[in-house]
């Protein structure tokens, strides 16, 4: 380990220093001590960040990977309508990894995590054979009963999409074909820097019938929630919000690329649903069918219909 696992545990203590009304006891006990709202459930959420698999550090900024790794959780947890209330760190860092850039991962991490009041509670560190990976637990809560699961969409429903897609894959294209991308190019942002919709999630709650958010590819993350509700899928190829602001964006990268954390939910036909929600582009790109084999199709602005094939997004791993 780059310092010792005690003075890395003390560092980041002192750099988690974050009040919270959720959190009565932090790091520094055996077990964090959370008070949650009275008529609240809890929504628990786990992810891995792997060196290799989801991120590289010749081509992601330390603080990018600190970002990423809990706009991951706190995108799982907007998915439920949630509110998040503490992340849990388990980082497990290879030898020769230099304290900088331990230091720029935490600072991306917590710079993410106080923009959403959400203190680091506790975690452990431990000496990696391989790579660096990092796993972020998310707690929140929800009020009772409103949690949005992936089971409610009804035939009839109508599909939606917050913000746009497909540009998180087209940043890892370009960076796998050799080309040069900087972390700070604002058309960029979607992959460096996702930003978790929370405040959209939690306007959500009554009005979404089912919810889940795009982090393997809207074909794939559709295709969980129909297979879910029980439902078939029909989209509409044009209506999809393809990302258009960084160049090589396309419509395959909008359908089956991952890591946008944007939302996918459906809501009653009938329901009012916004143009925008908490300052977000809301669009709707299709809707739930009855089909028994909960198959998923795609229409194009000729009307003609094909089926539409979730394309699993491997991230790194199959490149
Ligand atoms: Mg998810």
């Known amino acids: ?3 010792s696992e005690l003075s890395l545990i003390a560092r980041i203590r002192s750099l988690a220093r974050g009040r919270s009304a959720a959190l009565r006891v932090g790091i520094g006990d055996d077990a964090a001590v959370l008070l ?4 609240s459930e809890a929504l628990v959420t786990t992810d891995f960040s792997l060196e290799g698999t989801h991120f590289r550090r010749e081509w992601h900024p330390p603080e990018s990977v600190g970002h990423r790794c809990l706009a991951r959780g706190l995108s799982d947890i907007a998915a ?5 209330r503490a992340a849990f760190l388990s980082l497990a860092l290879p030898a020769g990894v230099p304290q900088s850039w331990v230091d720029g991962f935490l600072r991306g991490l917590l710079r993410l995590a106080s923009r959403y009041k959400v203190p680091l509670a506790g975690g452990d560190i431990a000496e990696s054979p391989a790579g660096v990976c990092a796993d972020i637990v998310v707690l929140g809560s929800v009020p009772s009963g409103q949690a949005l699961l992936r089971s409610g969409a009804r035939p ?16 890892l294209h370009a960076l796998l074909d050799g080309r040069k991308v900087s972390p700070k190019s604002k058309n960029a942002a979607p992959h460096f820097w996702p930003e978790p919709r929370i405040a959209v999630g939690r306007t959500l709650r009554g009005l979404a019938t089912a919810a889940i958010d795009i982090s393997d590819g809207l074909s794939t993350d559709l295709t969980h929630l ?10 509409r ?10 160049q090589g964006s396309s419509l395959h990268y909008a359908l089956h690329g991952g890591e946008d954390y944007e939302l996918l939910f459906t809501a009653p036909a009938k329901a009012r649903v916004p143009e925008k ?4 582009r809301i669009t709707s790109i299709g809707e739930i069918i009855a089909d028994a084999k909960r198959r998923l199709y795609l229409t194009d ?19």
């Open 277 to 280: 929600l908490a300052g977000v």
């Open 1 to 3: 380990l780059p310092t």
């Open 156 to 171: 009839g429903d109508v599909i939606y999409v917050t913000g746009q897609l497909g540009i998180s894959a087209a940043v």
């Open 301 to 319: 602005s000729h009307g003609q219909r094909k089926p539409l094939i979730a394309a699993g997004w491997q991230h790194l791993a199959s490149k």
């Open 226 to 235: 129909c297979q879910e509700s029980g439902v078939g899928a029909l989209v």
């Open 237 to 246: 190829e044009y209506s999809i919000p393809r990302g258009v602001s960084f």
């Open 36 to 39: 949650l709202p009275p008529g």
């Open 80 to 84: 439920m309508g949630g509110d998040p």
